[in-house]
């Protein structure tokens, strides 16, 4: 094998030391201490109309001088509006929009008034099409329901629930999602062309006794789903998992760049769960590239469409999971001494070192220990 061939091999496997590193940067700053940025400096609303929102006004202007309520503000929006909502506690909201916005060209975009605006929600339920969130707090849960197609959700604090996607064309970058109980961070279903990107999901644990389990992300019954550079750890259950939902599958599911793991740290709050489990049979179509699994069991079988190449594994749970190029650190010695895959297919067995594995860090240290010669 020539040098060249050997250099290109090695920078395609490095996921963590240039893939990963230069898409996942702008959630790193926010995995270990505080949640995403909430300015609004980079929103433009010099030639939008602009309308003005606070919690329990009973005015009808949403002015800046006599703002409205948010559901008001919604009725009155059409293609590019802003508005701009006043620091204080909203509440449950459940929100439904005019009929016009069903063909806008622009989404309607909701950010706090000022960089120093903090609107905070305990729950949003939005049926609204073509609303773009930005910098918003939600302490509970956020519906995208059916109706709510081409949502945008960006910069925000999703802290002590969930967010069940149910539409289409949406997206879901820069936020963080954390500390919820006995449901999941990110639930996707039947849902179409959806990106999920640049996002911390974390500490969903198991300690209401409601009959569900808690995913850092689930996906089920979903077609075109892309998850990129996010960075996953410390849930229940697991921390991607896919699953049979209805029964009606799923198509196209893309995942790359992430960093994926269990519970960190087992605990009453996180007793192991699988970093991820893709099982799902009723699957057609999945690639799986450029990821890190660790601090839990990697879950592989056999799929329609499958493709798992270029990835870095802690522990694989079968000894017959269809991977190529990928590097596994252990597996699962009750079930074969060595699995046979890690001879061939570009595979190999080796232990890796992450920088700081404990706080979510998996860059390879060095990076050379990620390469590979198949």
């Known amino acids: 094998m020539s040098t060249a061939h050997h250099h290109r091999l090695a920078m ?135 109706e709510a197609n081409r949502s945008t959700i960006e910069d925000s604090h999703i802290n002590g629930g969930g967010l069940f996607l149910r539409a289409d064309d949406v997206t879901v970058q820069r936020s963080l999602f954390e500390n919820g109980s006995s449901l999941d961070g990110i639930q996707i279903g039947g849902a179409n062309r959806v990106l999920v990107a640049n996002n911390t999901i974390r500490n969903y644990d198991q300690n209401r006794n409601n009959g569900l389990h808690a995913d850092c992300i689930q996906i089920f019954e979903s077609n075109d789903i892309t998850l990129r550079a996010n960075r996953v750890s410390n849930c229940y259950n697991a921390g991607l998992i896919i ?22 740290v087992v605990k009453p709050d996180c007793r192991g769960g699988s970093a991820a489990d893709l099982r799902e049979q009723s699957t057609d179509g999945i690639t799986v590239r450029n990821n890190t699994f660790a601090n839990g069991s990697l879950r592989v079988v056999p799929m329609k469409g499958l493709t798992f190449d270029r990835n870095i594994v802690t522990y694989l749970s079968a000894c017959d999971s269809p991977i190529t190029n990928t590097i596994v650190a252990k597996w699962n010695v009750n079930m074969c001494k060595m699995p046979p895959i890690l001879t061939t297919a570009g595979n190999k067995a080796a232990s890796i070192t992450f920088t700081n594995q404990e706080a979510g860090n998996l860059t390879p240290t060095p990076p050379g220990q990620a390469t590979i010669t198949p």
């Not at 293609?79 to 063909?103: A, D, E, H, M």
């Not at 699953?243 to 960093?259: A, C, F, Q, T, W």
């Open 243 to 264: 699953s049979v939902g209805g029964g009606d599958g799923m198509r196209n599911l893309l995942i790359e760049s992430n960093y994926i793991q269990g519970c960190i």
């Open 12 to 146: 395609a496997i490095a996921v963590t030391t240039a893939t990963i590193a230069a898409t996942i940067a702008p959630t790193m700053a926010t995995a270990n201490a505080q949640p995403p940025s909430t300015t609004t400096s980079s929103v433009k609303t010099s030639s939008a109309t602009v309308l003005y929102a606070k919690p329990k006004s009973t005015s009808a202007k949403c002015t800046k001088k006599s703002p409205c309520t948010l559901q008001r503000a919604l009725k009155k929006s059409k293609s590019g509006t802003v508005i701009k909502l006043r620091t204080g506690k909203y509440g449950k909201v459940t929100l439904k929009g005019p009929q016009r916005l069903r063909n806008a060209k622009k989404n309607v975009r909701i950010i706090p008034a000022t960089k120093r605006s903090k609107p905070t929600f305990a729950r949003i339920d939005s049926h609204v099409p073509h609303v773009t969130w930005k910098g918003i707090t939600v302490k509970g849960t956020w519906y995208l329901r059916a």
